[in-house]
């Protein structure tokens, strides 16, 4: 929705909080910069006979407080600023989570749906093949991201273990159940989403979840499982989305129908927006819904200052990562609009990833319970701790967030001698 630069939002919001976090100065300058890129080309003859090259990211942007940690997204308009802005992110959720991780993010350009699954594997397995000196269990974890799933983990697993002559089921998380993959990992992000609504409306609106209507922008791993949990919590989910268009119920009690039923219909038919007893609504209008909590689960850019003006939501909780322009900030901000943000609500999944990182390097399984009861406790922890530190200081969430990450980042760096 917007051409606005990730990586320019990245850097205002950390210039956003100097005047909170007493930095010195070239700490300041080597946290806008990543430590380092890694940049490839991949030439791939497809199945059909067609050359083909790729070109991929990995962008390590700060390990002071631990391996380098962050998705690996298959994209066609994945760009070097994108990679860069979201490796910096990472390293604030780690942060703000209170895991011992720093942040990277990879992708590779080009669009998966229109490859071969045998042409998919052999790209993934030579990316591994390009940046394997620069990734490993106490180097770089990746995960999944958008567009990629257990078995892009399972490959990514499966070719560095060759090259290592050893089985290394910890270089990535992610992974799929029978390879060493957490129970609940799959769900994490989107239960952290919910839970982080679920203490945001008893904070601000002053009910229960089970009280609140709920607008979901985006239907993949992260805003389906979202509606999932927000459902099991039984809030009221009255618009739904994807790619191709969404749904609106006919009243303001949510849909009348089961998750499984919407989800059902999202994978045969294509797209949520045929969901039966409901209405068409565009992405644009969700945006704009009456509705107690809107969460954009999609891309980056969705809110932006050319509709901030025209969100309708008491309170924003961002699924996605920097769904919300700098500029959007301020109009939300001054409409008192209350953001939760991104670095806070959608650190499930890097704390569950954690989790199984944990239990991979002791040989170990928990069980799902055990994972969720865990995720909940350190999800409404990290909360806590950032609405008291941004009601102390007087600041929005987003740079009480912010700055609580900064503080540990920096001070990991102070500590090590980092100059």
Not at 4 to 23: F, G
Not at 57 to 82: C, E, I, M, T, W
Request: contains cysteine; hydrophobic residues 40%; glycine residues 8%.
């Amino acid at each position: 929705m917007s051409d606005e630069d990730p990586y320019d939002n990245a850097l205002a919001q950390l210039a956003s909080i100097t005047e909170v976090v007493k930095m010195e100065p070239e700490y300041f300058e080597m946290l806008k910069h990543p430590r380092r890129e890694v940049v490839v080309y991949l030439p791939l003859k497809l199945a059909g006979g067609d050359p083909l090259t790729c070109m991929g990211f990995r962008v390590q942007h700060n390990n002071a407080r631990g391996p380098y940690k962050g998705g690996l997204r298959y994209h066609p308009s994945a760009s070097l600023n994108d990679v860069r802005a979201l490796s910096m992110w990472m390293t604030w959720k780690t942060a703000v989570i209170d895991v011992p991780y720093g942040g990277a993010k990879g992708g590779i350009t080009i669009d998966p749906s229109k490859l071969a699954q045998d042409d998919l594997e052999r790209l993934t397995r030579k990316y591994v093949d390009a940046i394997e000196r620069d990734i490993g269990p106490e180097v770089d974890i990746m995960a999944p991201d958008m567009n990629t799933n257990p078995q892009t983990m399972a490959w990514i697993m499966n070719e560095y273990s060759k090259l290592k002559s050893q089985n290394v089921p910890a270089v990535v998380t992610g992974k799929p159940i029978e390879l060493g993959g957490s129970e609940g990992r799959v769900a994490a992000t989107g239960r952290g989403v919910s839970i982080c609504a679920s203490e945001a409306v008893q904070t601000f609106l002053h009910k229960s979840i089970k009280e609140a209507t709920v607008a979901v922008q985006g239907f993949g791993n992260v805003g389906s499982n979202t509606v999932a949990t927000l459902m099991e919590m039984g809030a009221k989910v009255v618009a739904i989305s994807d790619v191709r268009g969404g749904a609106r119920s006919r009243g303001d009690r949510g849909f009348d129908v089961s998750y499984e039923k919407i989800l059902e219909v999202s994978t045969t038919q294509g797209s949520v927006s045929k969901l039966p007893g409901s209405e068409e609504i565009s992405n644009e209008k969700l945006l704009e819904m009456e509705v107690d909590v809107l969460i954009p689960a999609a891309m980056e850019n969705q809110i932006t200052e050319k509709n901030a003006d025209s969100i309708n939501a008491k309170l924003v909780v961002e699924a996605a990562n920097g769904p919300t322009t700098q500029h959007a900030d301020k109009i939300l901000n001054r409409r008192g609009v209350t953001v939760i943000p991104d670095i806070l609500a959608n650190s499930g999944g890097v704390l569950v990833s954690y989790f199984e990182w944990v239990q991979n390097l002791n040989r170990d399984h928990w069980t799902e319970e055990a994972v969720n009861a865990r995720l909940e406790q350190k999800m409404k922890k990290a909360y806590g701790d950032v609405l008291r530190f941004s009601q102390k200081e007087n600041i929005d969430l987003r740079k009480g967030a912010l700055a609580i990450a900064v503080e540990k980042v920096t001070a990991a760096m102070r500590l090590s001698g980092w100059h």
